[in-house]
């Protein structure tokens, strides 16, 4: 037979050839159109040359509103004021929408295969190709469901047509990715071709994706590491077959490989899994980012024939030698180890898009923020995106808790209440197998991964959980698995998680966090906070018209639609609203009432990671926090470190002073003072200095101790118990605390606005999603604060180590002029023309309070190109450009 191959043309113009064995490529576009609108026999709809000039055009996987935004059919921007979104036809969506794309084929030799990879498509579709239906919806069904179709006996030489039709998701009835209370759901309810689709060329053998194990367990041993790679390989032919596996692992960063093969006698139409195995003499370990680098090893694998012709090359696999373990403590709270050391997890939940629109580039702008904010680990609920994702994470020295979500469908069980979703019945296994399967083929080599949930609220049935783990597995999982992210139960194969769900969600004070029950610091809290992540005004006007922002201000009970849907708790900021008035004062303006929103967040977020930290290992250790959230899905008032906009305020940068790496903090409670180290190597001596004024500027006490400080672990080193009697009850103290080690500038510098009396917890009348607060410390004569003088300067620096990452460097400088405390003072960088926040922006420290006369170096990083102006603004008063140098 001639040595034809085949070509796959794109309507782009674009030739990518599927001209080898092993040759895969991702369909890169489609075109888009309603049931509605695109009428008849849907045979006929996939053949080649329909008309489909009246169809959208979508330039890669897309959700129907994701593709009809791409089209400008609607304006993200309208869309995202106000109640727009509301607005949107929802019978526009009630319909089946179809995804069709035409490529041209030539012919390929008789024992060589065309197959079609799916990976998803939200919530179940038919699927056709020239006209014949290759799968039914009840095969592809599941958001998460990846398949494998042959294509190769409906091949046309010439012009080929596919076509995907897409019914609609409900989130109650279908394995989707539903958003229970973290946003108003999209109309569409995210259906569609939402992953890629994929064709694929083999010979008559194929191979899977690489899964990679090793032996690696502690950095503590200097001995080889055995690597074990499998994969699937399957004969689609009708004569058994002698192949052989021929792979090679790349050293990070240099030329040395690793080559192992090995024979493999496969009978005809069969399958086996092959374990290649190779050692690793001198490993270069991988670890998170704040304990060292992140080397990747790759893997490459072919399959070839006795002619010694190619008939499969698997993508080539990055991998990490690195290890992973959880385990219960005496407790019962989970604790993480990674390379043999305790890792205390610091981390906050994902969000994607609200209509699931993947930009690699904003995701890494994202993941810069979570770094930046000294966290080490994102959750990800159910929503487990792309695989590009994982490949980020990786490089980026990120840990993922990924799993499964609550609620909705995925939990359906019917011992779990709280779930809307239709009851499991016998074929939903089968999804959510498959669904297993594939998530777990998908994130199997990653580094990255620190362990897969397999449920989130509550936990999976006998059933269900027999299926997750056959699936993991055969797909050699190696990292831990656990059963959910709360204590409410767990299956037999499984042990209790040790992850806490005890909320809060919604407001507590500071001194939550030291208490002794809930959500406290103790355990591992698997997702919860104190609600907050209120954005700057200059955020909240792009999102809410006049009308929602005297709302806002004015009416603290009033629903907002850009909180958690309205049949939820979380509708209002009502605790939020009502301890800000108690604590600071009513607001009187909306400058004010940000202002005012703003400090609390500060106040939430840190308390929130320094308990966590200050009990790291104390005698109920505090093993990890996973703040609700990182982010949201579109303009959100809460429940995010920084907002849709990527603009950082108080919540930002309250977490970013709590999870320093080196750091003191306060205990509200003891009234003491805590040293704190994440690092994994730093030791040494320490000095902390303690220094209490009055709001006044007058200083009450001064108190300095030298300490040495030792890797992974917090403890108490100064007692403040004159609090309570240097502060007389109207009055607010400043304390500051600053460590330092031998060099002037200090490792940590924090400052904290303090009252003699704490607010007062009413523990026994907690909610699942808050504990009232019966008196709420007084922080009114904040208002009243002495207007203090301060000069601020920038200049732009020469940061090497910036430039070398394409980031402009400004330095700001600020000093306090007065006798008195300049209290939470916010710095901006905007473009100099548009007078537009630039982001993202990464600031080493913000909304910082001066003590009298104090001067502080701050600095600020930009993507470069951009021309800047640096702003002020002082306590509640008015922003002010910075004269810059
Ligand atoms: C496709 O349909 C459009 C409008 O319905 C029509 O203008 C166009 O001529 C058609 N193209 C072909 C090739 O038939
Ligand atoms: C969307 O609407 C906004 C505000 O009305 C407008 O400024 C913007 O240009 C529109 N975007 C597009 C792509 O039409
Ligand atoms: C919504 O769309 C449907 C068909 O998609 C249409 O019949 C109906 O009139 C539309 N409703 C409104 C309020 O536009
Ligand atoms: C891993 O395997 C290698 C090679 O077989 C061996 O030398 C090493 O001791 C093993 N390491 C562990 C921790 O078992
Ligand atoms: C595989 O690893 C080698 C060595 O680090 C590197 O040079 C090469 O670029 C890697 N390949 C890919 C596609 O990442
Ligand atoms: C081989 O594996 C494929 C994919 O998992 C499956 O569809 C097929 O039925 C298997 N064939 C045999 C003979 O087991
Ligand atoms: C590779 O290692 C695995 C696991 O240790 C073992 O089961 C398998 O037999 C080994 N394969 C070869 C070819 O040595
Ligand atoms: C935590 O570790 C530090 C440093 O090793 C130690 O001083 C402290 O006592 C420990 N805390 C507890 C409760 O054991
Ligand atoms: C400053 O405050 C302290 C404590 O409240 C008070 O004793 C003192 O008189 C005040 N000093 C001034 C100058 O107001």
Known sequence: MPSLHLALILLSGTVMALQNPGAQVSIAGWHLQSTHAAAGDLAAWSLPHANVSKWYRISGPATVLGGLLENNAHNETDLFYSDHLAGLNKSDFGVPWLYREEFSLSPFLADQHLLLQTHGISSKADIFFNGIQIAS???????YAGHTYELTPHVLVGQNALLIKAYPTSYRDDFALGWVDWNPHPPDSGTGVWRNVELKLTGPVSISSPRVTTNFTSDQSASPVKVTVKTDVQNYGDSPVDVTLRGSIHSPD?????????????????NSTVSLNATINNPQIWWPATWGAQPLYNVSLDASLPSGAVSDVAPLTN?????????????NDVAFTVNGHPFHVRGAGYAPDIFLRFDIKRLENIFQYVLDLGLNTVRLEGKQEHPELYDLADRMGLMLIAGWECCDKWEAWAYNDDSPGTLWQNQDYAIAHASMLHEAEMMQPHPSLLAFLVGSDYWPDERATDLYLSALRSMDWPNPIIASASMRGHPSQLPPSGMKMDGPYDWVPPNYWYGDSLGAAFGF???????????????LRKFLSDADLKSLWSSPNAGQYHLAPANGVFHTRKIFNNALAKRYGPAKSLEEYVFKAQVMDYEATRAEFEAFAARQNASRPATGVVYWMLNSAWPSLHWQLFDYYLQTAGAFFGAKAGARQEHVAFDYESRSVYLINHSLKTSGTRHITVDLITSNGTQLLLREVTTETTPLSSKEVIQIPEIATLLTTKTIGFLRLTLSDTSPKPLSRNVYWITAQNDVLDWDNSEWYATPVTTFADFTALSALKPATVVASAAASTDDAARVSGLTSVEVTLENQSDVPAFFIRLAIVDSKTREEIAPVFWSDNYVTLFPRERLRLVVRVREGSQWVVTTRVGGGKEQDVKSK
């Open 525 to 539: 809290g698997s997702e919860q906070g104190a609600g907050v992540g209120t954005p700057e005004l200059s955020s």
């Open 319 to 331: 991998f990490g030698i690195r290890h992973v373990v959880s385990a219960l403590n005496s407790h």
């Open 254 to 270: 240099s030329a040395k490989t690793i080559d192992f093969s090995q024979l493999v006698h496969l009978p005809a139409r069969s």
């Open 137 to 143: 919806s009840d095969i592809q069904k599941g958001s």
